[in-house]
């Protein structure tokens, strides 16, 4: 909730407010004044003494970082007024320039985020676009009434402002389309947008607060309250934001409900600023106050223990097992923290904190380290490392402290990334791109390089979340991605040399979460919640994947919930008004995982044995698949009734070789290039050209055999055959250029297949020799 203090220093109605730093306001008055506010020393200063002509209306501060690139030129800031001017005013008080810009009242004026344009809006109805040193630059657009607020996109390509009951979104390209809708019932006073989450925030004289998607979607509408909303603003990581009424400051959550409501006497709060760093937030009184508060009693969960940010430097630590409770103080303010995989990293302005939660003695002996910029945005943790997204540079860090990598990549800008956006597992860093919205960045954890050949991973549409998976080998890492369709993917992380391949898994997924041990992902579907038990199924055989999953009806979790997280077989979802729920996910599956990581094929076996359920038989078969263990694969298709499956491992059990072998599993798979490439790599070229015959591939099956001069009236002698039993005339040019040359034999050619066969076991035979000639020799 919100810890609040009021000040007075202003004799009149205060207008506006803003933030230099993390622990410096300047606040503007209807009695003309600039004040400075600092409150480490709780000292108040007059910046300026403006003339009596400047009411002053909006301020802002022009962007302290660029793209994450810290700021050189000299601080100052836009002052919009009531006499059809906007100022821009340096940190001293001096007015820089004085610009005409609206008839009547300048109502706003915004900075984009790279600094180099400012919007302003009147009462003129006017929508004007001018340079940093005060130049116009365009005339937006012309409304016929007040516009009262405006805010860039995230990408500073596209205004959002107010008309009258309406909101509008309109691109700076001049043919680009125009959004527009209704939004209140009333007036719209204030709209805010956030760069992060790309949402959109109004409030109005109808006397309620709403959240918007960028596509004009309603998200949540709050009740009606007793006076209109005169104030709303996002916290920059956009995870929170505030609501300012008359005597009314409200903290909400992001998807609309509210954490705390505060009933100050300050009159109406006309405008609200949020410090950089999220901690605070400053509002201007219509009573002359100034009022601040800062967010306390933030909590985190992670198995048995739950920590609450008590003070601004203070958390308490408790063991809900023997209701053990800790003390943890700081140097500085909290900023970020997070808990997970037994750590707890906190962020505060200047230093970083790591507790490990394994040693509980360790909570009065942390380890610390300085952060390089202490600006830290994000925290994202996996179970070796964590990542901070500290000023404008994404660092790795062991739990020991030490920089492990820093990723970087063309046009990087941290300042919007957040949990859905970037992802981290113990030897791979994804990072949404916000330039192109369906490029997925890969990076290796342990050197910051880019991974394979360094291209990124491509979708066709935009991507909204992405989340690697957290269990087993570097080179059978997987991405899950949800796309603008809510469609879900699955994707392998690294492909070296073979175009990415993406595979739908899910339709209509709000939101998902990988298990923090085993490789199992669960989701919000549509209407149910839904479990994929081994969704890297999709790789071995596709049939399998629907009876690998596990749904229930999700309606008890009401409409538009969340995953907080899903460690082990407990998912913790959070629902639209904020309470948590939980559900559990069979354990049987993660143990299943375990056996099979460990090659414990006969315990696996007699786990499904147990349980008796379909999804974990259809689970074994995918994974004995996918570890060629074609013994455990038999048994399990055979207890799910794939009897076609059945059969066709069995043959692959009986071929001569180990490559074709081999090469039949990944047919079985669906790889059909890998399983030629394997056979003629072994020179068996025949086998090669029997899977193309037997899979009607036609064409590459007389193109392998004219290449090796071999088996080209076999593949001619099937052709015709083909053709005869559906009583059609050959048509390929090529068969028919072939067919005049070669005299079809069916003697011959059954003569020669056999002597393949044998060619082939003859082969096999030495090898087998070898291999057990070796073990005898190991033998003691």
Not at 318 to 346: C, P, T
Request: contains cysteine; neutral net charge; proline residues 3%.
């Amino acid at each position: 909730h919100l810890v609040f203090h009021n000040f007075t220093a202003h004799k009149e109605l205060v207008s506006c407010v803003g933030w230099t730093t993390a622990d410096e306001l300047y606040s503007c008055s209807d009695d003309h004044q600039i004040l400075k506010w600092n409150l480490l020393t709780s000292e108040t200063a007059q910046v300026v003494k403006l003339s009596d002509e400047i009411h002053p209306i909006d301020l802002h501060w022009f962007p302290k970082t660029i793209g994450g690139k810290k700021q050189t030129q000299t601080e100052i800031f836009v002052l919009t007024s009531s006499d059809g001017k906007f100022h821009l005013v340096s940190r001293t008080g001096r007015v820089e320039k004085s610009v005409d810009a609206h008839r009547g009242a300048v109502l706003a004026g915004r900075w984009n985020c790279e600094g180099t344009a400012l919007v302003t809006v009147g009462e003129d109805g006017q929508i004007k676009i001018w340079s940093k040193t005060g130049m116009l630059r365009s005339t937006l657009a012309h409304q016929g009434t007040p516009v009262y607020s405006v805010a860039w996109g995230p990408d500073s390509d596209k205004i959002l402002y107010t008309s009258g009951k309406q909101l509008i979104i309109k691109p700076l390209q001049p043919s680009a389309k125009v959004l527009q809708w209704k939004a209140h019932e009333g007036v719209i006073l204030k709209v805010d947008w956030n760069s992060v989450n790309d949402l959109i925030l109004s409030g109005g004289e109808d006397c309620k607060y709403k959240v918007w998607d960028s596509y004009g979607r309603l998200l949540y509408s709050s009740q009606s309250h007793d006076y209109p909303i005169t104030s709303v603003a996002w916290v920059p990581d956009g995870e929170l934001f505030a609501v300012g009424s008359f005597n009314t400051l409200r903290l909400c959550d992001r998807t609309g409900w509210s954490y705390a409501l505060e009933k100050p006497s300050t009159g109406s709060i006309f405008n609200i600023a949020w410090s950089m760093d999220g901690t605070q937030i400053a509002g201007a009184c219509g009573n002359g106050h100034v009022i601040f508060a800062h967010v306390v009693e933030q909590r985190w969960e992670w198995k048995n223990f739950e920590i609450t940010l008590t003070k601004r430097r203070t958390m308490q630590v408790r063991n809900v097992l023997n209701d053990a409770i800790d003390i943890l103080e700081f140097r500085d303010r909290v900023i970020k923290a997070s808990l997970y995989y037994g750590h707890l990293v906190v962020a505060t302005s200047l230093q970083c904190y790591v507790y490990s939660l394994s040693s509980t003695k360790n909570w009065n002996t942390p380890l610390i380290f300085d952060l390089k910029e202490g600006t830290v945005s994000l925290i994202v943790q996996a179970e070796r490392y964590f990542l901070l997204v500290d000023g404008g540079s994404i660092y790795v860090y062991s739990y020991e402290g030490r920089v492990i990598s820093s990723p970087k990549f063309p046009g990087m800008r941290t300042d919007n990334l957040n949990a859905l956006t970037v992802s981290l597992s113990n030897d791979t860093i994804a990072v949404k791109d916000k330039t192109d919205e369906k490029v997925i960045y890969l990076f290796d954890a342990l050197t910051g390089k880019p991974l394979g050949d360094g291209k990124p991973l491509l979708h066709k549409i935009e991507i909204m979340e992405i989340a690697l998976d957290q269990f087993g080998s570097a080179n059978e890492r997987k991405i899950a991605i949800i796309d603008k369709n809510r469609d879900l993917y699955i994707a392998s992380v690294r492909k070296f040399g073979k175009e990415q391949k993406m595979i739908k898994i899910g339709a209509m997924v709000h939101t998902m979460a990988w298990n923090d041990t085993t490789n199992i992902l669960c989701g919000l579907q549509d209407t149910s919640f839904t479990v994929w038990f081994y969704p890297s199924a999709v790789y071995v055989d596709k049939d399998l994947l629907l009876k690998t999953v596990y749904e229930k009806d999700a309606s008890e979790f009401s409409k538009s919930p969340q995953i907080v997280n899903f460690v082990g077989s407990k998912v913790t979802i959070r629902r639209a008004d904020g309470s948590l729920v939980y559900t559990n996910v069979s354990p049987y599956p993660a143990i299943l995982h375990e056996y099979v990581s460990a090659s414990k094929w006969n315990d696996a076996v007699r786990l499904c044995r147990f349980v008796k359920e379909q999804t974990m038989w259809a689970c074994l078969a995918a994974m004995a698949v996918a570890n060629k263990d074609l013994a455990t694969a038999e048994v399990a298709y055979a207890a799910i009734g794939e009897i076609d499956k059945v059969q066709y491992i069995n043959h692959i059990k009986n071929l001569p070789s180990k490559e074709s072998k081999l090469a039949h599993i990944l047919l079985f798979s669906g790889n059909m290039q890998d399983a030629e490439g394997i056979l003629l790599q072994a020179g068996l070229v025949y086998q090669a050209v029997q899977i193309n015959i037997n899979l009607y591939n036609w064409d590459r099956a007389l193109e392998l055999a004219v290449k090796h001069k071999t088996h080209v009236d076999t593949v001619l002698a099937y052709r015709q055959k083909f053709l005869e039993d559906f009583s059609k005339k050959e048509t390929n040019a090529r068969f028919i250029q072939y067919a005049e040359g070669v005299n079809v034999d069916w003697e011959k050619i059954k003569a020669k297949m056999e002597l393949e066969t044998e060619r082939e076991k003859e082969k096999a035979v030495p090898s087998a020799g070898t291999q057990s000639r070796n073990s005898s020799q190991d033998q003691p």
